[in-house]
């Protein structure tokens, strides 16, 4: 989804109420200042609690070849649950959707992510498995889940809110660095900019993120990430739990047969992380 990107990032407004008297307001009519968006974030990261996501993203390379400038784009759609524990997201049930300029879009496929594994069926690559195994697993050499970056972490939002102003009520936009987003010197260089908008909660209901980087490799030029990310229903009582392991076949084990026809079936060529 790929998921290509380096999670989100922001810090927390904290929200100033004006001093009214005491002997002007009662507990009645007093208001509490809506909480700050980190802190609204931190409430929700709770066993048992979850939030339903719609993602849209797209990576777009420039490079050239045979003296040719040549471009290349892939457009992914994700839409599903993400499940949290304490305090970060633990797991996520979600259907992809992947196309390309040059290419007819493949089958959207289901993803089930939990902890470092992920699990891939649709119809078509159930149909190409052995019988009664109709998931692929695979696991992430990686200590983290790159599925699992389509959410958003308090360490993230902290970083992009201390790196932009409110536009609007409840909307904030900012820039930052590459390196810096990513929290990587060796990121290389390149400019983010990010755009988030909170409902009356100061819950995250959209977060828009632009990113572009250049090099001077011969695979591209210049490579720009777009993510448009909506959350809802925040707090939705949820439990993903992984597939059966006598319904899963791993993917190092398929034959190159077996290979081809799951990705013509619309696995994800390189794996889904």
Not at 103 to 128: D, H
Not at 232 to 241: E, H, M, P, R
Request: charged share 20%.
């Amino acid at each position: 989804m790929k998921l290509f990107f380096a999670s989100l990032a922001t810090t927390a407004a904290v929200v100033c109420a004006a001093a009214v008297p005491a002997q002007a307001a009662s507990l009645a009519t007093m208001q509490a200042a809506p909480t700050d968006p980190v802190k609204a974030l931190k409430a929700q990261l709770l066993p048992g609690k979850g939030v339903k996501i719609t993602e849209l993203s797209s990576i777009t390379l420039e490079f050239t070849a045979n003296d040719q400038a040549m471009q290349v784009q892939v457009n992914t759609r994700t839409d599903g649950t993400l499940a949290f524990g304490k305090g970060n997201v633990a797991a996520g049930d979600l259907r992809v959707r992947m196309s390309s300029r040059q290419k007819a879009a493949k089958p959207p496929y289901r993803v089930i992510a939990e902890g470092r594994n992920a699990y891939v069926t649709n119809a078509g690559i159930a149909k190409a498995l052995p019988a009664g195994r109709p998931w692929i697993g695979a696991r992430t050499g990686d200590h983290e889940n790159s599925i699992l970056d389509t959410g958003i972490t308090p360490a993230d939002l902290t970083f992009m809110l201390a790196n932009s102003s409110e536009v609007a009520t409840g909307e904030y936009q900012g820039t930052s660095t590459l390196a810096a987003y990513r929290h990587n010197k060796a990121a290389g260089d390149g400019d983010v900019e990010f755009h988030l908008y909170f409902d009356k909660n100061n819950l995250l209901t959209r977060a828009v993120v632009d990113s572009t980087s250049t090099s001077d490799s011969d695979a591209y030029e210049q490579m720009a990430f777009h993510t448009d990310t909506k959350f809802s229903g925040w707090g939705v009582k949820t439990k993903i739990t992984a597939p059966a392991a006598t319904k899963v076949i791993s993917e190092k084990k398929l034959n190159a047969k077996t290979r081809q026809a799951v990705i013509k079936a619309g696995y994800p060529e390189f794996g889904p992380f």
